[in-house]
């Protein structure tokens, strides 16, 4: 039930902007709590869940005529993007988006493989730590790439990410 609600806590922090969203989360405990006894296969669904929406939310930015969500990042440092720079931009948000549609899938594979141990180890260990090196690996080949660009740190990023509103948009 606990699961439950923290699936549908995220879900309506994304996708729910109506005032009495904060309905949700209980609302859905309850319901597993009382609809399911034998609720073992809930805790699937998180890892499933976050990842697709972290799909979702940088995919949705690769429609014709928005912003690629790595290019507003980018913009945050650099004011205006050169054509090359927007281009590489695209592909990272393309990449992340990648990155978390695999992610979520090994995870459902893995959980329907019945090795328990294996899904735990993907999810609680390997899925971070993806998420991390390209993270950082991408931080330090853009350095080497774009040298005559300014460069934030990723501490720094993560900062000017947490203050804008690049979310909401």
């Not at 690769?62 to 650099?78: D, H, K, S, T, V």
């Not at 054509?83 to 992610?103: H, M, Q, V």
């Not at 390209?134 to 790439?145: P, Q, S, T």
Request: aromatic share 14%; glycine share 4%; charged share 15%.
């Amino acid at each position: 039930a606990l699961l439950a609600a923290l699936a549908a806590y995220v879900a309506s922090s994304f996708f729910i902007k109506h005032p009495l969203r904060w309905l949700l989360p209980p609302a859905a405990a309850i319901s597993v709590f009382f609809a399911s006894p034998d609720a073992g296969w809930l805790l699937y669904i998180p890892p499933v869940a976050i990842n697709l929406a972290l799909c979702w939310l940088f995919g949705r930015t690769l429609a014709r005529g928005r912003l690629p969500l790595i290019a507003r990042f980018a913009m945050m440092e650099q004011g205006t993007l050169s054509p090359e720079l927007a281009s590489y931009t695209r592909r990272l948000t393309w990449l992340w988006t990648l990155l978390f549609a695999g992610a979520a899938v090994a995870s459902v594979v893995l959980a329907l493989s019945g090795s328990r141990d294996a899904w735990s180890l993907f999810t609680n260990f390997l899925n971070y730590l993806l998420v991390a090196v390209l993270f950082l690996g991408e931080f330090a080949y853009r350095r080497l790439r774009f040298r005559s660009y300014r460069h934030h740190s990723p501490l720094q990023l993560l900062r000017n990410v947490r203050r804008s509103n690049l979310f909401e948009r």
